[in-house]
């Protein structure tokens, strides 16, 4: 089994990749994101977690870090390693994604899209990936395997908790699944206004791009929101939750010695 660390912005999620291809998602854990905490205070809590999930670190034949934190990406390979006694590989558009580069500066694409880009390669082509997180990320990948770009918009919490801070009146909410389209009191209307409209996105961004390409578009969600959002959206879309792990097994495929 690989043990894999995806370091966001808000949480830090930890999966187990086993199998043949490392294509099994065995568990996956979570920590919050604390950037000022230390490699023996990550080593210690990862201890913890995978104890309680009966996984012995020292079994993990390798490591995989995909980090959106650069501050934490060091720290966290360095906990791995303490834990499993493995260097991590640690994900880059240098490494072997199966996708070449359309885009400026590839240097600079999230960790996590790349990820999330990787694993989309393998859903019927061109593909649209959403991934649904502090940061709502878009990535197109064409028809020929290449990543094209996309969009990043705020996240449906980020913008719920902005605008709670923002204004006098609308009071900070827990998104859920909406019960009706429009909301009839103010925390509905907020809710409903963060499903619906996230979908309207959704489905917009994905008709305009299918335009562009002038192809039919596979749009794959992932992210902790997305099984309420994506049941609000008008066009097809398929529901991946471990889209990013998938993505990390194949980087690791592709890339370990």
């Not at 006098?168 to 206004?193: D, F, R, S, Y």
Request: hydrophobic share 45%; net charge negative.
């Amino acid at each position: 089994m690989v043990l894999s660390v995806d370091i966001g912005n808000s949480n830090i999620c930890i999966g187990g990749l086993a199998e043949a291809g490392h294509r099994e998602i065995a568990f996956t854990t979570r920590m919050v994101t604390r950037p000022r905490c230390t490699v023996d205070e990550y080593a210690a809590e990862m201890k913890f977690l995978l104890h309680r999930l009966a996984v012995e670190p020292t079994a993990c034949e390798g490591v995989i870090v995909c980090s959106v934190v650069p501050r934490l990406t060091g720290v966290l390979a360095a906990a791995c390693k303490r834990l499993t006694g493995k260097e991590a590989l640690i994900v880059s558009c240098e490494l072997d994604t199966g996708l070449t580069f359309q885009v400026d500066e590839p240097t600079k694409v999230g960790r996590d899209r790349l990820a999330d880009a990787a694993a989309a390669a393998h859903y019927p082509l061109p593909c649209m990936t959403v991934d649904l997180g502090t940061a709502t990320t878009y990535n197109v990948i064409s028809a020929n395997r290449e990543f094209l770009g996309g969009f990043i918009v705020p996240g449906v919490q980020t913008s719920l908790r902005a605008i709670s801070a923002g204004t006098a009146q609308l009071p900070p909410i827990a998104p859920e699944p909406p019960e009706h389209l429009i909301g009839a009191n103010t925390v509905a209307a907020l809710n409903n206004g963060a499903m619906f409209g996230t979908a309207a996105q959704l489905d917009g961004l994905a008709d305009r791009v299918e335009a562009e390409l002038g192809q039919p578009l596979t749009v794959v969600v992932t992210g902790g929101l997305a099984p309420y959002i994506t049941p609000c959206c008008k066009r097809k879309v398929i529901y991946d939750a471990d889209l990013l792990f998938k993505g990390l097994a194949l980087i690791w495929e592709k890339n370990h010695l």
